[in-house]
Nanobody, 120 residues
């Protein structure tokens, strides 16, 4: 059974930083594409970033490109998202998910999420 547990969210000021982590279990993490998605209150889910199996290729939405960095440690079965230069528009629940951008169509392989709030 796929089990994903996010952590690291919290309150940050505009321009600040946070680092999200996602601990994975129940599947072979090293051969899985992994993705971060987010959902702001009253809005639909938004794809944020995807990383390939070895962590060599990364993909970002235009809204976070240049500010967020996705990475993974296959030895620790852990996915990361470094959030820098945070903006109020980044306020959302952040979820890690097993798979590529197609995860937006199916929440079966999402974690429970971690809240990020950007406010002064």
């Amino acid at each position: 059974e796929v089990h994903l547990v996010e952590s690291g969210g919290g309150l940050a000021q505009p321009g600040g930083s946070l680092r999200l982590s996602c601990a994975a279990s129940g599947f072979t993490f090293s051969i899985s594409f992994m993705t971060w998605v987010r959902q702001a209150p009253g809005k639909g889910a938004e794809w944020v970033s995807t990383i390939d199996r070895p962590g060599l290729r990364t993909y970002y939405s235009d809204s976070v490109k240049g500010r967020f960095t996705i990475s993974r440690d296959n030895a620790k079965n852990t996915l990361y998202l470094q959030l820098d230069s945070l903006e109020s528009e980044d306020t959302a629940m952040y979820y890690c998910a097993k798979g590529g951008s197609e995860v937006l169509l199916n929440r079966d392989y999402w974690g429970q999420g971690t809240q990020v709030t950007v406010s002064s």
